[in-house]
DNA sequence: AACTCCTCCAACCGCCAATTT
DNA sequence: GAAATTGGCGGTTGGAGGAGT
C-alpha cells in the first residue's frame, strides 16, 4: 500500500527543504543525489535535490545581475561553443548553465525584436521566427558567428577595458588550472569536515565558498540553525534505516 | 486603479552519457 | 559485456512581479 508520504514532491522548495539539503550535502558531499533524496527525507527526486543545490543553494553562486564582463564573456563563448550552457557557466565563476540559458533567451528575444523592427518595420513576418534558436546580434551581410564559431572578436575591449585577448587568456589558464577530481565520499569526510568542493569554479577557494555560502541573510541563517536538532534527529534516522 | 505585456527565474521533462551492478 | 541505475545537460514551461498603457 502507498503511503501519501511516498509521494514525490515537486514545485517549489520549501525553506526547510532548503535547510535540510545544505545539511545532507555538507554530510554527503554533491554528488550522490539519489541517496541524498532518499536519506534526508525530503520526498524529491535525486533529479530534483540536484537542481536545486546547483541552481539555488551552492554557496559559490553569485547573486544579482550579469556584469558587462560577464554579458560578453557569455556573448562570445556562446559564439564559441554554442548553447552548451554548463561548459559557458563554467567559465563564469558563480552563474549557473541555468542562469545563463535565461539570460541568453531573454536577450536574444528583445534584440531579435529589436532586429526585427530595424529591417522591417512595417512587416509582421520575421526572419528571425524562432529567435532563441537563430541568435540575432550578427551584423547584416555577416555570417553569423554564432553559427560558425565566431568571426573573432579578439581586440575588442568590453566597458571595462577588458580585452578579448584578455578574456581569452583568462579561459585558457583556468582550463589549465581546472582540475575536475572525481569525489568520493572520503573526500567529503576530509579531516576538513565534511567538506563539499566548488568543482565548477575556476579558481575555488573554500574559504570564499563558506564565506559567501553565510552571506545568506540573518533570518534565514537563524532559521537554518533553528532547524539543526530537527536535521540530526532526520540524519540519525536516516543513518539508523541505513546500517538497519 | 486596472489591465496587459514583458522579463526574470525556478523548476520540470526528456534524452543521453557515465557509472555501477 | 549487458542491463540497470544515476547524474548531467539542454530545452521548455509557468508563475511572480515590474513596467507600460
Known sequence: MKMVQDEVRKGPWTEQEDVLLVNFVHLFGDRRWDFIAKVSGLNRTGKSCRLRWVNYLHPCLKR????????????????????????????????????????????????????????????????????????????????????????????????????????WKDIDMSEENTVVKPLSLSDNYSEQGCNFSCPSMASPSWEYCWDSLWKMDEERESKM????????????????????
Open 64 to 167: 544579482g545581475k550579469m556584469t558587462p564582463h560577464e554579458e560578453r564573456l557569455v556573448l562570445e563563448l556562446h559564439a564559441k561553443w554554442g548553447n552548451r550552457w554548463s561548459r559557458i557557466a563554467r567559465k563564469l565563476p558563480g552563474r549557473t548553465d541555468n542562469e545563463i540559458k535565461n539570460y541568453w533567451r531573454t536577450h536574444t528575444r528583445k534584440k531579435a525584436q529589436e532586429k526585427e523592427q530595424a529591417i522591417s518595420p512595417s512587416s509582421s513576418s520575421s526572419n528571425f521566427h524562432s529567435s532563441a534558436d537563430s541568435p540575432p546580434f550578427s551584423d547584416e551581410g555577416k555570417v553569423s558567428f554564432y553559427d560558425t564559431g565566431g568571426p573573432g572578436m579578439a581586440g575588442l575591449e568590453d566597458e571595462n577595458g577588458y580585452s578579448m585577448d584578455d578574456i
Open 225 to 244: 540553525f533553528f532547524n539543526t536538532n530537527q536535521l540530526v534527529s532526520r540524519y540519525e534516522y536516516g543513518k539508523a534505516s541505513l546500517t538497519g
